[in-house]
């Protein structure tokens, strides 16, 4: 309609073909760091044509937060706030593509938070943040990310966002953020006043395990979609940025 005219499919696959896309995603693989309570990552053979079968496939056993991930607001949200319990396959997927922002963390140690004002410092120096963003907070950490027995480097006492700084993001009504850590919870705020329910209850979504965000510019196109899992918690996600 009018109101609605199509999208100029021509000119949109030309600015596609002339992106540079970077992978933001780790590789699904045994003996990867996940968080303790979560199930492991398991990548079976089912049959091959070594065995005698036509074709090569494998089962996959794993959790809905292995590997890079994002978590719906069910993660955390009972179904005691129905309005707020929603699971991944109602989220919408406008949620997940938009402009990327990504903010440069990397002279945060271990256990240290991210605080509002940082942030809004860092809003003074490269422009301000706005509705719909999908925000990214660049810790170095995925230069951590090791296989067992060496992964214990990435999934202890790693940096995190602080609870000021995620009633910020709310108010600026970003649509996600995004961690190249575990989660944007340290372990003890974890134990203690994690900013996870906060965020979610407004359906803010929390990406966690990205890579590369050491690429990026401070803005730029992010893409990712979760599997349609009914009734699910989270999904696994293949993220991209288009710069």
């Not at 705020?189 to 965000?213: F, G, M, R, S």
């Amino acid at each position: 309609n009018a109101e609605n005219p199509p999208m100029d499919i021509s000119k949109f696959c030309e600015e596609l073909n002339n992106a540079n896309l970077i992978d933001l995603s780790q590789t699904l693989e045994e003996h990867m760091p996940t968080f303790p309570t979560h199930a492991k990552f398991f990548h079976n053979m089912w049959g091959s044509y070594w065995h005698g079968n036509r074709s090569l496939n494998y089962q996959l056993v794993m959790s809905e937060h292995n590997g890079t991930h994002v978590d719906a607001p069910a993660h955390f949200i009972s179904d005691a706030k129905p309005a707020a319990h929603v699971t991944i396959e109602h989220v919408p997927l406008t949620r997940l593509v938009g402009r990327g922002v990504r903010i440069d963390c990397r002279s945060f140690k271990e256990g240290e938070y991210v605080s509002s004002n940082f942030v809004a410092n860092w809003e003074a120096k490269h422009g301000s943040l706005k509705a719909g963003d999908i925000v990214l907070f660049d810790f170095g950490w995925s230069s951590r990310w090791d296989n067992r027995p060496n992964d214990q480097r990435y999934a202890a006492n790693w940096p995190g966002v602080g609870m000021d700084a995620a009633e910020y993001l709310i108010q600026k009504s970003v649509d996600a953020l995004g961690v190249d850590t575990l989660s944007p919870d340290t372990p003890e705020a974890l134990q203690k006043n994690p900013i996870h329910p906060v965020v979610l209850e407004k359906q803010i979504l929390i990406i966690e395990n990205l890579c590369n965000l050491d690429r990026l510019p401070d803005f730029f196109v992010f893409l990712a979609l979760p599997l349609k899992i009914k009734a699910g918690s989270g999904s696994p996600i293949r993220a991209v940025a288009l710069i």
